[in-house]
């Protein structure tokens, strides 16, 4: 069973500072891995998703990157803002059931004005 | 303006009673998919959909029902046999094809008296 692993469960950063989330996973015959943001009470909104044979995805200040054989990924938010407070949660898809998803259980990020 | 909808937003539910959860997409996309969220954990897969008339359950579908009898709706039913249905839950969809995104509806909050 594909396992998906946060770290850190949370995290505190200044305004301004730039930050890095990971994630890893079990197992390295995935598909795909989706990174989601949510905010309190709500749904999942999709930041970036990258294909197995893609090593980064780039969205505004966001930059993912893959690590396939490492079982990693992580995600970058350069020049952060409160805004950016929310929970971040990646996903995967593996390659032996492509329509299902695998979560890890999230960081929680605070941006401190 | 293309989405998932998830109703009600809120829903409180006697012990002993079962409530139907609503989920509709307008994506036009085959796959559909029902998770549960609890505080401090990632989403657990109850069940899943990649056509209509089919479904497959999830990791911890005990205690839950589904249909797919439409491409765009897929509800869910949680019985009186499910032991701690407190809960949020969040229903999604995803395109044909392995590399497509799983896109998130606003969730439901169900909460047993």
């Known amino acids: 069973k594909q396992e998906v692993t946060q770290i850190p469960a949370a995290l505190s950063v200044p305004e301004g500072e730039n930050l890095v989330l990971n994630c890893s996973f079990t197992?390295?015959?995935?598909?795909?891995l989706q990174w989601f943001r949510q905010d309190p009470g709500k749904g999942l909104t999709s930041l970036l998703l990258i294909q197995s044979s893609q090593r980064e995805q780039t969205s505004g200040r966001l930059n993912a990157s893959l690590d396939k054989s490492s079982g990693r990924s992580t995600l970058y938010i350069a020049a952060s803002q409160p805004g950016d407070s929310a929970t971040y949660l990646c996903a995967v898809a593996k390659r032996d059931t492509g329509n299902q998803f695998y979560f890890g259980t999230g960081t929680s990020l605070t941006v401190i004005p | 303006d293309g989405g998932i909808t998830q109703s009600p937003k809120y829903l409180f539910r006697k012990e002993g009673q079962n409530v139907t959860l609503s989920c509709e997409q307008n994506?036009?996309?085959?796959?559909m998919y029902w998770y549960r969220q609890d505080p401090g954990q990632g989403l657990r897969l109850i069940y899943y959909?990649?056509?209509?008339?089919?479904?497959q359950k999830g990791d911890i579908a005990e205690g839950y029902s589904v249909s797919r009898e439409k491409k765009e709706s897929f509800p869910l039913t949680v019985t009186s046999a499910q032991k701690n249905p407190t809960a949020f839950y969040l229903c999604?969809?995803?395109?044909?094809?392995?590399?497509?995104?799983?896109?998130f509806g606003p969730g439901t909050r169900l909460t047993v008296l």
């Open positions: 197992d390295s015959a995935i598909y795909n």
């Open positions: 959909s990649q056509i209509v008339n089919d479904f």
């Open positions: 994506l036009n996309h085959d796959a």
């Open positions: 999604a969809s995803k395109g044909t094809g392995i590399y497509n995104e799983q896109f």
